[in-house]
Each structure stands twice: as C-alpha cells, then as structure tokens.
C-alpha cells in the first residue's frame, strides 16, 4: 500500500502543485512554513530589501548548508552584476572621499553603492 503526503500551504490552506518548507531565523528563533509558490514569492518579496540591506552573521554564516535556516532570496532577475575589484574600490574610495563609513573589505550597503552611482551619473552629465 503507498502511502502520499501532500503538503497543505499554511498561509491559505490551499493544496496546489509545488507547496514546499521555508525555513528562516528571526531574532534567535527558527521557523518553518510550508507555501505554495505564490505566498512563496510574497515572502520572498516582503523580505528582499531586508536580506539585501543585511550582513550576513560571521557566527553563523560558515553553518552546514542543511541546518543553516535561512531565508534564500534568489531572484535572478533583480540581482545586480558582480562588480570587478576595481569597482568596488572605486566606490569605497568615493564613499570615503564624501564621508560615508564603509569597511575595507566584504559587502557595502546598497545605499552607499546607490549613492555612487547616482553620483557618477550626474558627473557625466
């Protein structure tokens, strides 16, 4: 005899074709809940300019993959180029030069690189 699970999203209770777990961390605790892929993408949207403005935590983020819970954003659509090395100094360079706080390594804030580039823009024009 088989035996079938269907998963149930939690959010509207609607059983459809690709409900599946989340799992994420908020405030020390973790949570899971099973969504369908529309509430899916709500979450994912409610949340994307939070996880892009964040840090990673540097306690946590060398976890094993299957016990890291955290909310995955990864729409390819709106994730920005990868900038080369001399980019990325360039904007710390200018972010320095105008006064704002950005460390020597790892990620720069979205502002500060918004800022940049609204600054580069205007200078060309």
Do not use: C
Not at 20 to 25: D, I, R, Y
Not at 59 to 68: I, Y
Not at 83 to 110: F, H, M, P, T, Y
Request: hydrophobic residues 35%; glycine residues 4%.
């Amino acid at each position: 005899m088989a035996v079938v699970t269907t998963r149930v999203d939690d959010l509207d209770n609607d059983i459809t074709d690709g409900v599946e777990e989340v799992k994420f961390m908020f405030d020390g605790v973790y949570f899971t809940i099973d969504l369908g892929p529309d509430n899916k993408e709500k979450f994912e949207k409610a949340i994307e300019e939070y996880i892009n403005a964040a840090s990673p935590d540097p306690q946590t983020r060398h976890a094993n993959p299957g016990q890291a819970y955290v909310a995955r954003v990864q729409h390819a659509a709106n994730q920005e180029p990868k900038r080369s090395k001399e980019e990325l100094q360039a904007i710390r360079d200018w972010a320095n030069a105008n006064g704002l706080q950005v460390a020597e390594k790892g990620r720069i804030a979205q502002s500060v690189v918004d800022q940049y580039e609204h600054a580069m823009a205007t200078a060309k024009k």
